[in-house]
């Protein structure tokens, strides 16, 4: 009981400090959270977790929103990311072409949520099978886990992408702005070994200082 106390406490000096919802910060029992997950009263001082389990989990490349990127229209970024394991149609000589994949990358495209993750999931597993190491956008193969010329290209579309999300989103855009004053972390523990792509709540972050 005391413990709860204090953590309600700790919940509200947070949001009145800045003005911000409760709800950000609000109490999960550790045994009701994923063992990958961060919760939302894990945050630090200053910090609120972009949690799946709150408003802010729309930040999370899995979250649904409609949004425009290079002609394409997808339901989430993990869209995006996750269809560059599959055949590409502007390269004839892609390999992946003789494989049997779930999706085709038009039908990844329109998928959000979990269902987006399992779709990359699916693939790797094909890919990895067949040997296959490379992604590849509009006929350009990478290795986005390279650190280097791969994950910097891989950086710069998903960075796009989810600029499209908040620009085209004022919805979006505007929680965005409401977390002012806030450092942004992951709902989950990302290494600092990690390409730049995977760091979206830094990305996010760097959106924000410029709107």
């Keep these: 009981m ?45 910090e609120v977790i972009l949690s799946k389990r709150t408003e802010l989990g729309i930040f999370s490349n899995l ?48 998928l959000s949520m979990w269902e987006s993750k399992r779709a990359g999931d699916l693939a790797n597993a094909i890919n990895k099978a067949a040997g296959i190491k490379f992604v590849s956008y509009r006929g ?5 886990k390279d650190m280097a010329e791969g994950s910097q290209f891989h950086y710069k579309l998903i960075r796009g992408a989810m600029e499209a999300k908040v620009f085209q989103n004022e919805n979006i855009k505007d929680l965005l702005l409401k977390t ?6 992951p709902d989950h523990k990302i290494k600092s070994s990690k390409p730049p792509a995977y760091k979206y709540h830094d990305i996010y972050m760097e959106i924000r200082s410029n709107l």
């Design 2 to 46: 005391k413990f709860l106390s204090v953590a309600l406490l700790l919940v509200s000096s947070f949001a009145f400090a800045g003005n911000y919802p409760s709800d950000w910060w609000r109490e999960v029992p550790r045994d009701q959270g994923n063992r990958w997950e961060i919760l939302p009263q894990e945050a630090g001082k200053g």
């Design 63 to 110: 979250g649904a929103a409609d949004f425009e990127f290079e002609g394409v229209e997808y339901a989430s970024v993990e869209g995006l990311w996750q269809k560059l394991k599959y055949p590409d149609p502007k390269d004839r000589k892609d390999p992946r072409h003789k494989l049997t994949y779930p999706y085709t990358r038009e039908e990844v495209s329109r």
């Design 140 to 144: 350009k193969r990478f290795d986005y």
């Design 180 to 185: 002012r004053g806030l450092i942004l972390k």
